[in-house]
């Protein structure tokens, strides 16, 4: 079992302080930024431009994972992909499976490692030749619906599905790395640690809960501090 690793989501920062909120993260420990590339048509929300990661990346030596929320996969990797700090860039599956090889092929291309996605409801089963064909290096389950910031997550499901993953994985083949992305809290980190997730992605329901952006740095600071002395604790 690959070591527990934290990833936290920049959508969670303060954007008009992303140098300021980078530096505290990396300064606490953090093992990746994430990030979330929009496009506003494969979820309803646009992302990040590649300048603004572009500069981010000329601050810090954090490692990142990019997480590609967009109809068309290779155009984001054209865009984002000459970034050294990113270590992972991972794609939807649902509406690129005709295309996923070629897609992954790109990214590796790129020395980045390559990451398949899977929405809530998309089952396990469609990793199955992509894990036996040694494809990939990481797994990312969504924990919400992609895009939406504030919604019910879904533990049980992520939980049963990284078990099943799992289970591929002992017949067929390892991953690097398998992160929940969204819905991650307190209360279930420490379960899904069990199912099998080594890395968690942290924003509202975690590093970053009880922050009020309007609140003194000063008191956002000590909250996001206990927090992740929290979440690491409970893994
Ligand atoms: C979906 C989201 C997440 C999210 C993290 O990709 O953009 O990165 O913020 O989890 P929450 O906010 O649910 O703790
Ligand atoms: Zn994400």
């Known amino acids: 079992m690959n070591k527990i690793t934290f990833g936290s989501s920049i959508i969670c920062m303060d954007h008009i302080n992303f140098e300021r909120d980078v530096k505290l993260v990396e300064n606490l420990g953090i093992d990746f930024l994430h990030l979330d590339v929009m496009d506003g048509n494969f979820v309803p929300r646009y992302g990040i431009y590649p300048e603004i990661l572009k500069r981010m990346a000329s601050i810090t030596d954090t490692k990142m994972d990019l997480h590609l929320m967009v109809n068309n996969p290779e155009f984001a990797i054209d865009q984002f992909g000459s970034i050294d700090n990113i270590e992972y860039i991972s794609v939807h599956i649902e509406k690129n499976e005709t295309n996923i090889l070629r897609i992954i092929d790109k990214i590796k291309a790129l020395g980045k490692k390559a990451g398949i996605v899977l929405n809530l409801y998309t089952p396990v ?79 509202s329901s975690t590093l970053y809960k009880g922050i009020n952006l309007d609140n003194p740095w000063e008191e956002n600071v000590l909250k996001i501090e206990s927090n992740f002395k929290k979440m690491k604790a409970l893994v």
């Open 125 to 203: 089963i469609v990793l199955e030749e992509l894990i036996k064909h040694s494809e990939i290096d990481s797994v990312l389950f969504m924990g919400i619906h992609p895009g939406v910031l504030i919604q019910q997550s879904r533990p049980q499901t992520v939980y049963r599905k990284a078990q099943e993953l799992n289970d591929l994985c002992a017949q067929f083949g390892s991953l690097d790395m398998i992160q929940c992305d969204g819905g991650v809290s307190f209360d279930t980190i420490s379960t899904l640690k069990d199912s099998g997730i080594n890395n968690f992605v942290c924003g």
